[in-house]
């Protein structure tokens, strides 16, 4: 695939109209018939989404925690995947694998001092491209770094708004 051509119409057209680059991306939650699961609508596809073991799901499906790792691990798959090709860099695998660490305490509301979430994320890029010179490598990792949306947005969070309705 030559990504380039594949995206020069697309940075064409954003640089001559800024507005049409913009874009807002949705997914609705909705309730099921137990309190610890939901589906999540992405307008392309449905997920079901359940409460992690540790809180009371039954731990057969993806908690939401799962589903933020799994976003930023797809988008840092992707978008290092992306880069490699823009630079020409001939890669046999890459492979990211994600982790993150939380005490539930938390989120049970049971220590007022752990916090709500992950206290920590750990991203590991297995990259096999023997022929990349190490500054080819130092290039991909930075582009990688740089453009991954989901590890932007997790480094410098935006502004987040909630609005309630009944």
């Given at each position: 695939?030559?990504?380039?051509?594949?995206?020069?119409?697309?940075?064409?057209?954003?640089?001559?109209?800024?507005?049409?680059?913009?874009?807002?991306?949705?997914?609705?939650?909705?309730?099921?018939?137990?309190?610890?699961?939901?589906?999540?609508?992405?307008?392309?596809?449905?997920?079901?989404?359940?409460?992690?073991?540790?809180?009371?799901?039954?731990?057969?499906?993806?908690?939401?925690?799962?589903?933020?790792?799994?976003?930023l691990?797809?988008?840092?798959?992707?978008?290092?995947?992306?880069?490699?090709?823009?630079?020409?860099?001939?890669?046999?695998?890459?492979?990211?694998?994600?982790?993150?660490?939380?005490?539930?305490?938390?989120?049970?509301?049971?220590?007022?001092?752990?916090?709500?979430?992950?206290?920590?994320?750990r991203?590991?890029?297995?990259?096999?491209?023997?022929?990349?010179?190490?500054?080819?490598?130092?290039?991909?990792?930075?582009?990688?770094?740089?453009?991954?949306?989901?590890?932007?947005?997790?480094k410098?969070?935006?502004?987040?708004?909630?609005?309630?309705?009944?």
């Amino acid at each position: 695939m030559d990504l380039r051509s594949l995206q020069k119409p697309l940075k064409e057209q954003y640089r001559n109209d800024p507005s049409a680059s913009r874009i807002t991306i949705r997914a609705k939650g909705a309730q099921t018939d137990a309190p610890v699961s939901c589906s999540v609508d992405l307008g392309r596809a449905i997920y079901r989404a359940e409460a992690h073991k540790g809180v009371g799901g039954a731990g057969a499906g993806a908690c939401s925690g799962d589903l933020l790792l799994g976003a930023l691990a797809a988008c840092a798959q992707i978008t290092c995947q992306m880069v490699a090709a823009a630079m020409g860099i001939l890669t046999e695998r890459i492979e990211v694998m994600v982790e993150g660490d939380m005490d539930l305490r938390g989120t049970l509301g049971i220590a007022k001092d752990v916090p709500v979430g992950f206290e920590s994320i750990r991203l590991q890029f297995d990259v096999a491209a023997p022929a990349a010179t190490p500054e080819q490598i130092a290039g991909l990792k930075e582009k990688t770094e740089q453009y991954c949306v989901v590890m932007q947005t997790l480094k410098n969070p935006p502004k987040l708004q909630t609005n309630w309705s009944r």
